[in-house]
Nanobody, 125 residues
Framework: QVQLVESGGGSVQAGGSLTLSCSASANTPASINRMAWFRQAPGKEREAVAG????????YYADSVKGRFTISLDNAVNTLFLQMNTLKPEDAVMYYC?????????????????WGQGTQVSVAS
């Protein structure tokens, strides 16, 4: 059983920064071997933002956020972070944390087993 709880969302001016956090509680550590951030705008499909493979520390990013967002993981406290810089109005959506024991393609929603409830990001232009 895995519980993912996101926090850190809020409102910011365009060009500003926010850091999202995802606290993971897992009975089986393997359940959080692969973690990622997704986001979803109303009426649109959920899209992958960034992913990380816990053991290797390998990170992946969507083209739309490369150079602006940074994903990281604090293994000591099982907390996933997403540092978001130079925020744009189009980044203003709901962000979700996801995890799974093994994911072949980091950007495929269906490969993740566990999901958080989401945290909202607003960006004022």
């Amino acid at each position: 059983q895995v519980q993912l709880v996101e926090s850190g969302g809020g409102s910011v001016q365009a060009g500003g920064s926010l850091t999202l956090s995802c606290s993971a509680s897992a009975n089986t550590p393997a359940s959080i071997n692969r973690m990622a951030w997704f986001r979803q705008a109303p009426g649109k499909e959920r899209e992958a933002v960034a992913g990380i493979y816990r053991r290797a520390g390998t990170t992946y990013y969507a083209d739309s956020v490369k150079g602006r967002f940074t994903i990281s993981l604090d293994n000591a406290v099982n907390t996933l972070f997403l540092q978001m810089n130079t925020l744009k109005p189009e980044d203003a959506v709901m962000y979700y944390c996801a995890s799974g024991p093994w994911v072949g393609h980091w950007d495929r929603e269906g490969e993740y087993t566990y999901w958080g409830q989401g945290t909202q990001v607003s960006v004022a232009s």
